[in-house]
């Protein structure tokens, strides 16, 4: 239904395009679209969501997750707007999806944006994670520039929680 459009309802503004589905679908998927059609909203006025913070690829891959069709490589691909997606509309099952494919492939090269990630989204097992990641394998000294990065722009209350865990883990 989704891919050919068939008695479609809703169409979704994206930043580079627009894409249209179905209000059952997205209603029954996420408490926050079923706000929308419920209450006399302008959403459910017009048929028209506006969702100027994703792009149509990032917005087709949430809509292909919610018809139940997304294809592995498209949720690998986008998974970290997929997971502010997921907050935003409150979609459970794709954050725990999502936080499940990062707890993956924890890396040198990754471990900040994911431990950033878990922290905005409030990701337990992911930041632990992140955390055993730095801790077992005491790469902070060999991650400077990534740690600078990261430094510069995580928030102080992740820093913090960083600082306390590598001193912790430190200690004799």
């Known amino acids: 239904m989704f891919q050919e459009s ?3 309802d809703i169409t979704i503004q994206t930043l580079d395009g627009s894409l249209r589905a179905h209000k059952a679908v997205l209603a029954s998927s996420s408490p926050v679209f079923k706000c929308m059609f419920l209450h006399d909203l302008k959403e459910k006025q017009s048929s028209i969501i ?4 994703m ?3 990032v917005c087709s891959a949430l809509l292909a997750y ?4 997304i294809k592995q490589q498209d949720l690998e691909k986008h998974c970290f707007p997929l997971l502010a997606a997921a907050d935003k509309y409150y979609l459970q099952d794709l954050r725990k999806c999502c936080e499940k494919m990062l707890l993956e ?3 040198s090269s990754n471990v900040f944006e994911r431990l950033q990630a878990a922290w905005l989204y409030k ?3 992911l930041k632990e994670d992140c955390f055993k990641y730095l801790s077992d394998f005491n790469k902070l ?5 990534q740690l600078h990065d990261f430094y510069f722009h995580a928030d102080r209350e992740l820093l ?11 200690k004799p």
């Open 6 to 8: 068939m008695y479609t």
């Open 50 to 53: 506006k969702i100027e913070d």
């Open 55 to 57: 792009s149509t690829d």
């Open 66 to 69: 919610m018809y139940g069709t």
């Open 105 to 107: 492939d924890i890396n």
């Open 123 to 125: 990701l337990d097992r």
């Open 141 to 145: 000294h060999d991650m400077k520039e």
């Open 160 to 170: 913090l929680e960083v600082f306390k865990k590598t001193i912790s883990a430190k």
